[in-house]
């Protein structure tokens, strides 16, 4: 089963930055699609940003030219870069990767979560 470990959550003022990181690991595997959602508080989980196989990348309204989704395929990690943030982006964000695994169609995988707190 594959893993995922994300890092890089915290508390920043408005008009800051993070960088989100999550990490993949496992027995032989291959990432198509990674995305992450963002879960605010009495809000339900939506898609902020997804980067497909061939890479291109799709963004919420609410923060495109704000935030910009990579990843290092080397190192099977998909980063979300996060700038001017607003307290409206206060939410716990989520990894999300499809994958496959010799002998078993490809499924989805999540991460923990990590919290981003926008406040002054």
């Known amino acids: 089963q594959v893993q995922l470990v994300e890092s890089g959550g915290g508390l920043v003022q408005p008009g800051g930055s993070l960088r989100l990181s999550c990490a993949a690991s496992?027995?032989?595997?291959?990432?198509?699609?990674s995305a992450w959602y963002r879960q605010g508080p009495g809000n339900q989980r939506e898609l902020v940003a997804r980067?497909?196989?061939?890479?291109?990348?799709t963004y919420a309204d609410s923060v495109k030219g704000r935030f910009t989704i990579s990843r290092d395929n080397a190192k099977n990690t998909v980063f979300l870069q996060m700038n001017s943030l607003k307290p409206e982006d206060t939410a716990v964000y989520y990894c999300?990767?499809?994958?496959?695994?010799?002998?078993?169609?490809?499924?989805?995988?999540w991460g923990q979560g990590t919290q981003v707190t926008v406040s002054s």
């Open positions: 999300q990767m499809t994958v496959s695994q010799i002998s078993r169609p490809p499924y989805d995988v």
């Open positions: 496992g027995s032989r595997f291959s990432i198509y699609n």
């Open positions: 980067i497909f196989t061939n890479g291109p990348t």
